[in-house]
Nanobody, 115 residues
Framework: QVQLVESGGGLVQPGGSLRLSCVAS????????MGWYRQTPGGQYREVVA????????LYADSAKGRFTISRDSAKHAVYLQMNNLKPEDTAVYYC????????WGQGTQVTVSS
C-alpha cells in the first residue's frame, strides 16, 4: 500500500523560504511521477504547483516559476519543494502526489505566509 508523508510546512513571513519534503513507502513499481499540489483557503480544487516526471522533466505552475524548485531522490522515493520569496497568496495546504496509473496523496501540510 502506497503511503506519502509530508513535512516542512509552517508559518513564514513574506519573502521567506520553506522546504517541503515528501517520502513515499510501499512502492512496488519503477515508473511514476511525483509532484506538489496546493489548496488555498476557500479554494474548491487542488492546483498543481510543480511536478517531477519519471523521464526527469520538471513542470511548474506560472505562479511557482522562478521562486520554487522541485527535486527528487528516486533512491529514497522522495520529492522536495524548495520555496523562496514566499508571498501571502502562497498560503495553502500543500499536498504531495504520486502518480503511475493511479493517484496517491499525502495528508497535506499547512503553509502560512503572513507578517
Amino acid at each position: 500500500q502506497v503511503q506519502l508523508v509530508e513535512s516542512g510546512g509552517g508559518l513564514v513571513q513574506p519573502g521567506g523560504s520553506l522546504r517541503l519534503s515528501c517520502v513515499a513507502s510501499g512502492i512496488t513499481f519503477k515508473v511514476y511521477d511525483m509532484g506538489w499540489y496546493r489548496q488555498t483557503p476557500g479554494g474548491q480544487y487542488r492546483e498543481v504547483v510543480a511536478r517531477s516526471l519519471s523521464d526527469g522533466d520538471t513542470l511548474y505552475a506560472d505562479s511557482a516559476k522562478g521562486r520554487f524548485t522541485i527535486s527528487r531522490d528516486s533512491a529514497k522515493h522522495a520529492v522536495y519543494l524548495q520555496m523562496n520569496n514566499l508571498k501571502p497568496e502562497d498560503t495553502a495546504v500543500y499536498y504531495c502526489n504520486l502518480n503511475n496509473q493511479f493517484n496517491y496523496w499525502g495528508q497535506g501540510t499547512q503553509v502560512t505566509v503572513s507578517s
